[in-house]
């Protein structure tokens, strides 16, 4: 049976939508090393028996992934996970979309260069492309990513405190932070976090917007 292209997204969205990070997924299956799943969710490898079989023990329709086919035979926990089709999930997402820069507009005078979503794990959720330019990655190197693992070491345990900790709804938060970019340097940035709560499937989830730009050293240097 032919595999049809785009068997990484579909991966990728299984994965995070049960587990909410690909090192979560990688715990709970077993895979030693998180980077063993860069290939497929890149799309350059295919995913092969063994792998296969972990999904399909931890729930997952592997029909689904690998072919873009339901298998309607499947049960349990992963047909609750699988039930929701592209145009839906493609739906939602824009009218988040439209939210999101209705917010933007409202809550930040000031121009900014990047901005991302973070899940309530604070995960980096649909729209990352402007902040992938912004830090020098390519298309989609930053989904799944834990946004803390972007921030210098010496600063992340003050900044899970001070900006994700007992925040209430609509609470901006502005500082100034290194972050890690695609060559490995890190490079100061001015940012800010705007906590905001969605309704998905009848419970109310935290999600942070992240606005960004290069300081001014960082722009003079350019």
């Known amino acids: 049976m032919k595999i049809y292209k785009d068997f990484n997204y579909r991966l990728r969205e299984y994965i995070l939508k049960k587990h909410g990070s690909i090192s979560a997924f990688c715990r709970a ?3 030693k090393y ?30 689904w992934i690998m072919y873009g086919k339901r298998n309607t035979t499947i049960s349990g926990l992963g ?30 005078s000031t121009p900014f260069d990047a901005y991302a979503v ?7 959720d649909e729209f990352t492309r402007s902040f992938e330019k912004f830090l020098g990655y390519n298309n989609k190197a930053l989904q799944g990513i834990y ?25 901006k938060t502005e500082l100034s932070s290194r972050f890690k970019n695609a060559y490995s340097d890190y490079i100061e940035v001015e940012w800010s976090s705007y906590e905001n709560h969605i309704i998905k ?22």
């Open 29 to 31: 299956t077993g895979i």
């Open 34 to 63: 998180p980077a063993q799943m860069g290939p497929y969710l890149k799309g350059k490898s295919i995913p092969g028996k063994k792998l296969l079989e972990k999904l399909e023990n931890d729930g997952a329709d592997v029909d």
């Open 79 to 108: 047909t609750h996970l699988m039930t929701s089709s592209y145009k839906l999930e493609m739906e939602a997402i824009m009218r988040r979309l439209q939210l999101l820069y209705k917010q933007l507009d409202a809550t930040h």
């Open 118 to 124: 973070l899940n309530c794990n604070l995960i980096l």
């Open 147 to 171: 946004f803390l693992d972007l921030i210098h070491p010496n600063e992340r345990a003050y900044i899970h405190n001070h900006v994700f900790i007992d925040k209430n709804e609509n609470t």
């Open 201 to 222: 499937k009848d419970k109310t989830c935290k999600e942070y917007v992240i606005v960004a730009r290069k300081t001014k050293q960082n722009q003079h240097t350019e």
